[in-house]
């Protein structure tokens, strides 16, 4: 890998950084507000729902420019969100406006690495910036639990601005004024992202014709044999992680009774589990052989209710990791084959805007169904079950959907491995 590829692994790194820590932060904003419980997980589904309504346009966006270029302006974008929180608007609609530049600049993310580099290194680089996506998440995580802790956001709150007044007064408002900078590192990143001499797509002439170009997209990416096998999975773990997230910070509560600086902690420690198991699955498996790997997500699932039990945060620590592990060596290989896949059939921004319209339609209908069992009152323990047996029943079809297509179209589905196999070596 040459230095542009490690430009664009750093400036994912930090971008990703801040946002983990900016989740952390909003969290706590609500939490100073008293907000319900039930609340908290609409964070993700506000800054995910410009991912599902923009999806038709972010694609064609990200290939219209250079990647480098929409990068940077995405992170202006979540830059503007932050002010908007530290200028006390309502962090829901604040988060909403992040979220529409991490919308913009997931494509260009993802889609850089097609166009950059050769299908044969496309796991590895998955499994690099998989690998610098959780690393930024635990780190992210951790930055966020410890700005909000008392000690560092009492010192953060004695640095004065000589003749200003920044009306930051709170521990939340001062982690997100130092978020900020960590985006302003980003983006200097992404000014130094060196073309990659891909042809630009024009934008279509009109809003409707961009709709109706997406449509196409959707349907042929969920109609070809491999890709839509992928498509499912990664769309169940996105949405399965998601809600994973807020599941840990109730259930460290409930059973270790953890505060939300050491909840964001056990977050990180997930997130360590799936960064290891990216690791593995990039040295260890192809891309041919990427579908091999489904039944680790029944196992994830199964894995996620022998949380119930424990209330020792040493067996805690372990299970996370385990659980995280799981996740990352199955993740990696299929979004790889996806990324693969949907760049041969439409290009890379239009299969990465796809991509993100199904895994955050996901989202969106996990966490809603989520916070709808917390307000119901349901105990954290039976929304665990529920949830560990969805994610394995759910892989489970997928299993039998890929072995299916292998009895009906054995042929075609060998056809693609082939073309796989040739790439990857």
């Known amino acids: 890998m040459n230095l542009g590829f490690y430009i664009i692994m750093a400036a994912q790194f930090f971008s990703s950084l801040a946002d983990n820590a900016l989740l952390v932060a909003a969290i706590a904003l609500l939490l100073h507000a008293d907000s319900p419980s039930w609340l908290t997980p609409y964070l993700k589904f506000f800054f995910v729902i410009s991912y599902v309504l923009l999806a038709p346009y972010v694609g064609a966006f990200a290939d219209r420019l250079p990647k480098g270029q929409v990068m940077f302006i995405s992170n202006a974008i979540k830059i503007i969100g932050c002010l908007m929180m530290l200028l006390e608007a309502n962090p829901l609609v604040a988060y909403a406006v992040v979220g529409l530049g991490a919308a913009a600049y997931s494509p260009a993310k993802y889609g850089i690495l097609t166009e950059y580099l050769p299908a044969s290194k496309l796991v590895i680089a998955n499994g690099w910036i998989e690998g610098l996506t959780v690393a930024s998440i635990i780190l992210g995580t951790v930055l966020g639990g410890v700005l909000i802790h008392q000690y560092v956001s009492g010192i953060l709150l004695h640095i004065d601005v000589p003749l200003i007044d920044t009306g930051i007064d709170t521990p939340a408002e001062a982690a997100i004024a130092l978020i900020v900078v960590v985006y302003a590192v980003a983006a200097i990143f992404n000014l130094h992202i060196p073309g990659t001499g891909a042809l630009l797509k024009p934008l279509p002439a009109h809003p409707l014709e961009t ?134 059939l439409m290009g890379a921004g239009r299969s990465i805007a796809v991509q993100n319209f199904n895994e955050n339609l996901s989202i969106l209908a996990m966490i809603a169904t989520y916070s709808l069992l917390l307000a119901a009152g349901l105990p954290i323990s039976v929304v665990i079950v529920l949830f560990g047996l969805f994610v394995a029943s759910t892989m489970g079809l997928v299993m039998w959907w890929f072995n299916r297509n292998q009895r009906v179209h054995g042929d075609e589905i060998a056809q693609l491995m082939a073309i796989a196999r040739s790439e990857h070596h």
């Open 211 to 344: 709709l109706i170009d997406f449509k196409l997209c959707f349907q042929r990416l969920w109609a070809d044999r491999l890709g839509q096998i992928s498509l499912a999975v990664t769309t169940l773990f996105w949405g399965a992680g998601a809600t994973l997230q807020f599941i840990v910070i109730e259930w460290a509560k409930a059973n270790l009774s953890f505060d939300l600086p050491k909840a964001s902690i056990l977050q990180g420690v997930v997130a360590l589990g799936i960064a290891i198991g990216a690791v593995a699955a990039s040295a260890t498996v192809s891309l041919d052989r990427a579908v091999k790997v489904i039944p680790l997500g029944i196992g994830m699932g199964l894995l996620v209710i022998g949380m119930i039990p424990v209330r020792d945060v040493w067996i805690a620590i372990p299970l996370m990791v385990l659980i995280g592990a799981l996740a990352g060596f199955f993740v990696v290989p299929m979004n790889a084959l996806l990324q693969h896949r949907g760049h041969n």
